[in-house]
């Protein structure tokens, strides 16, 4: 299979996935382009994604699946491992992923930093704008009221 296939395949994989976990953006904003990592499994097919966003401060972690088909087999371990950068954090308020987070050298945290924060204000959003042109209410109301769950991890060179 060619790069592009791969890509399209992927991108494919990675909507349905979003598409159940109302935690994440929208499967319309998905992407496979910039700093994205892909696990996969021994046929080539993706078992786990990471989207990688520069925030000026540092790297946002801002999408992590793991194909449910492959929970629990050290994927989340994996994807984390492959972050390099000198200062990265996630906000998730799945506690598997915070475990595993916390396992890979990351802290819990309460903020990120003033630009940092200035720039997640606005890309976030844009994301609600658009679940909202989308008429995406599912999502946006699972999100609201979900929204003081969600944990601060991060991790710099200097843990």
């Known amino acids: 299979m060619d790069s592009n296939n791969d890509a399209s395949t ?10 159940q ?7 319309s904003l998905a992407r496979m382009r910039g700093k ?8 080539g097919s993706p078992t786990g994604h990471a989207a990688l966003t520069n925030r000026w ?3 946002e ?10 929970r629990g087999k050290g994927i989340s371990h994996q994807l984390l491992s492959k972050v390099d950068a ?55 109301i699972h999100q609201i009221k979900n929204l003081p769950n969600y944990k601060l991890y991060m991790k710099t060179k200097f843990d």
């Not at 972690?61 to 492959?70: C, E």
């Not at 945290?109 to 679940?131: D, H, K, Q, Y």
């Open 61 to 70: 972690i801002n999408t992590f699946v793991v194909d449910p088909a492959y």
């Open 57 to 59: 401060q540092g790297i």
């Open 86 to 140: 000198s200062r990265a954090f996630c906000y998730t308020r799945n506690k598997k992923l915070q475990s595993a987070l916390v396992k890979a050298g990351y802290r819990r945290a309460f903020f990120p930093g003033v630009v940092s924060s200035v720039n997640l204000i606005l890309s976030r959003t844009g994301i609600f704008l658009w679940m909202l042109l989308m008429f995406d209410f599912k999502r946006i």
């Open 21 to 27: 976990e109302l935690d994440l953006k929208p499967p």
């Open 36 to 43: 994205a990592i892909i696990t996969r499994d021994e046929n």
């Open 10 to 19: 992927d991108l494919i994989w990675l909507k349905s996935i979003m598409k």
